[in-house]
C-alpha cells in the first residue's frame, strides 16, 4: 500500500507565505510525477503545479512566479512553497504522485493525499 501524507496548510493573510509537504510512503519502487492540485468551494479540482522530476516542473499560469515546487527523492517527499498568497488562492490542497510500485508493476497515478485546507483572509 502507498500513503501520501500532507502537512503545511492554515490561515495566512493577503501576501503571506505557506509551505506544503507531501511524504509518501509503503511500497514504492520509484516515483515519477509528483505534483499538487486544488479544489475551491463550488469548483472542479485544478493542477496547481506538477514535477515530473526534480529539475522538470510546470505550474499553472495563476500561480506562476508566486509558487514554487520542489522535491526530494531521496525522501519521497514534494513539497510547494506558497508566496504572495490571494484569497483566490483559497482551497484544498491536493497531493498525487505516479508510483511504481514493483518492478514488474506499471506505475499508477491515482495516488492522493487527503487534503490540507489553504485559507487567506485578512
Known amino acids: 500500500q502507498v500513503q501520501l501524507v500532507e502537512s503545511g496548510g492554515g490561515l495566512v493573510q493577503p501576501g503571506g507565505s505557506l509551505r506544503l509537504s507531501c511524504a509518501a510512503s509503503?511500497?514504492?519502487?520509484?516515483?515519477?510525477?509528483m505534483g499538487w492540485y486544488r479544489q475551491a468551494p463550488g469548483k472542479q479540482r485544478e493542477l496547481v503545479a506538477t514535477a515530473p522530476s526534480s529539475s522538470n516542473t510546470n505550474y499553472a499560469d495563476s500561480v506562476k512566479g508566486r509558487f514554487t515546487i520542489s522535491r526530494d527523492n531521496a525522501k519521497n517527499t514534494v513539497y510547494l512553497q506558497m508566496n504572495s498568497l490571494k484569497p483566490e488562492d483559497t482551497a484544498v490542497y491536493y497531493c498525487?504522485?505516479?508510483?511504481?510500485?514493483?518492478?514488474?508493476?506499471?506505475?499508477?497515478?491515482?495516488?492522493w493525499g487527503q487534503g490540507t485546507q489553504v485559507t487567506v483572509s485578512s
Open positions: 498525487n504522485a505516479c508510483v511504481r510500485r514493483t518492478t514488474v508493476e506499471a506505475p499508477r497515478c491515482d495516488y
Open positions: 509503503g511500497s514504492i519502487f520509484s516515483i515519477r510525477p
